[in-house]
């Protein structure tokens, strides 16, 4: 088993690139990984295209589980394809209009990438991963009157940067 904290990159599911953080724990068979976790992107303060005093807020909270696999083992290196799935709720507010409100949505997507590990003090990684996604749905955010302002990308990027320990 291991636990893995992270921190995260994120470009398109905001409308601008984002850091974020996460947790999780992993379960080992063989070459093999699968993971169950957690991760939040956290406010990000946004600004309407169509109205200069309009602001918006965006968060994400997700859980994720997934599968990896180590191709290469070459103590102390680790390299291998993941491949996961989450799902979690992102939510909006607005600020600066005659009707401020908010609003949530459901957040699915499906996600494919690679991880890299050292280990470099034995039981503690050092973890590096990239991926992209891609939503099962596009929660549009949008205020009456001003349309939508947001609406997730197609495909999603992420990177990740943690340390993971195996006991």
């Known amino acids: 088993m291991a636990l893995f904290v992270r921190a995260l990159a994120d470009v398109g599911s905001f409308p601008a690139p984002t850091l974020g953080f996460g947790a999780a724990l992993s379960l080992f068979v063989g070459r093999y990984r699968l993971e169950a976790g957690i991760s939040y992107l956290p406010t990000r303060a946004f600004a309407f295209p169509t109205l200069d005093t309009a602001t918006g807020n965006?968060?994400?909270?997700?859980?994720?589980?997934g599968a990896c696999a180590a191709f290469l083992q070459r103590r102390p290196f680790e390299l291998?394809?993941?491949v996961s799935f989450e799902a979690g709720r992102i939510q909006s507010a607005s600020a600066g209009i005659s009707s401020p409100g908010q609003g949530a949505a459901a957040w699915l997507a499906f996600s494919a990438g690679g991880r890299f590990a050292w280990t470099f003090a034995r039981p503690v990684s050092l973890v590096v991963g990239v991926g992209a996604g891609v939503p099962v749905v596009h929660p549009e955010l949008a205020v009456s009157g001003l349309g939508a302002v947001h609406?997730?990308?197609?495909?999603?990027?992420?990177?990740?940067?943690?340390?993971?320990v195996r006991f």
């Open 80 to 82: 291998g394809p993941c």
């Open 58 to 65: 965006i968060d994400l909270t997700l859980a994720h589980v």
């Open 151 to 164: 609406r997730a990308s197609p495909v999603i990027g992420r990177a990740e940067l943690g340390f993971e």
